[in-house]
Nanobody, 125 residues
């Protein structure tokens, strides 16, 4: 069983930055594929970024060059550094994990078994 807890959300102006954190317990993060998803009101949950067990990463086109996913194994924590934030980045951000997702680089919510409760990010123009 894996427990995930996100933190770091908040309200920023367009162009600002935030760093989200996801603390993992019950499983060694190095053995997990871990990802960030987001969901805006009235929209489906969408993948933002994923990091594979061996360190490869994949990003949604909408965040490439602005967001960076990383992992600190010693701290059992996943991060999402978000720069140049835009109003359309406003959403609830979720951390997700799975030991062996079917297609890890497709960023499909259905491929991930464990989820955190989410942290809200609001970007104003």
């Amino acid at each position: 069983q894996v427990q995930l807890a996100e933190s770091g959300g908040g309200s920023v102006q367009s162009g600002g930055s935030l760093r989200l954190s996801c603390a993992a317990s019950g499983y060694t993060p190095d053995n997990l594929y871990m990802a960030w998803f987001r969901q805006a009101p009235g929209k489906e949950r969408e993948g933002v970024a994923v990091i594979a067990r061996y360190g490869s990463t994949k990003y949604a086109d909408s965040v490439k060059g602005r967001f960076t996913i990383s992992r600190d194994s010693a701290k059992r924590t996943l991060y999402l550094q978000m720069n140049s934030l835009k109003p359309w980045d406003t959403a609830m951000y979720y951390c997700a994990a799975d030991p062996s997702p079917a297609w890890w680089d497709l960023l499909r919510p259905t491929d991930f078994s464990y989820w955190g409760q989410g942290t809200q990010v609001t970007v104003s123009s």
